[in-house]
């Protein structure tokens, strides 16, 4: 399932003054790891959402303890992050000069019923679902008034697993590219290409190219001694700068 992908990064790190073979991993469960890929030792989790109500904490060897009210019933029950993460399947970096992880992040709340058919009310997909009651509805409904769903390209300590930045963001599955100088570059739903502050998270630089749109990650290449920022567009357009 291309929509359920998990965006993982390898870095090499000095992890409490012990060089370590890091994984790290934005998760679509709403939560940030960070692993010894050699071993699978988890090292770190915390949250990636604001808002995480799927679990009531890990265990020692790391293995969440699922809270029980988030397990699907027929009239259904509310859980944050919403189907849609979290993170998903868009392109994360990470910076080994800021240790900051860069990711593209979903605040949600969703409604989940389970049905009696495995295949559930589509009949022909593995998803199990139900439909959710009116009173489950009104209860959501009310949690997304205080809580909307909002997007975000936020920036994670990797070596403390706290968020260091947001950038409110429309929906969309443009990846990110970070740089040693100091940027983090990412496409725009609206056509063109912004680039943030790695540090801060401060919009630095913004061009419209009109009719780009690109749910693609950019990239950089070097030609003569110049850097160029690429970024593959709709309708067989490419934006070079």
């Not at 679902?129 to 990797?158: C, F, N, W």
Request: hydrophobic content about 35%.
């Amino acid at each position: 399932d291309w929509d359920a992908a998990q965006p993982m990064v390898l870095a090499d790190e000095v992890w409490n003054g012990q060089p370590r073979k890091l994984l790290i991993n934005a998760n679509r469960n709403g939560m940030f790891y960070v692993f010894d890929r050699t071993d699978g030792e988890l090292l770190l989790v915390d949250n990636l959402s604001t808002r995480v109500t799927w679990h009531k904490g890990f265990t020692k060897d790391g293995k969440p303890i699922v809270n029980p009210a988030s397990i699907s019933t027929r009239d259904g029950v509310i859980v944050c992050p919403g189907g849609s993460g979290g993170a998903n399947m868009p392109d994360v970096s990470y910076n080994p000069m800021t240790k900051m992880f860069y990711v593209r992040v979903s605040d949600s709340c969703s409604a989940f019923a389970s049905h009696h058919d495995p295949l559930g009310v589509s009949g022909n997909r593995w998803f199990g679902r139900g439909i959710v009651s009116d009173p489950v509805r009104k209860q959501l409904a009310a949690i997304q008034r205080e809580y909307p769903t909002q997007y975000h390209v936020r920036a994670m300590d990797v070596m403390t697993g706290k968020k260091v930045w947001d950038y409110p963001v429309p929906p969309g599955h443009q990846g990110l590219m970070s740089t040693g100088g100091g940027l983090v570059f990412s496409g725009t739903t609206a056509g063109g290409l912004m680039a943030f502050n790695a540090k801060t998270g401060k919009v630095v630089w913004h061009v419209n190219a009109g009719q780009v749109t690109s749910q693609a990650t950019p990239m950089t290449y070097m030609v003569g001694g110049k850097q160029y920022i690429a970024l593959a567009g709709g309708r067989e357009q490419a934006l070079v700068g």
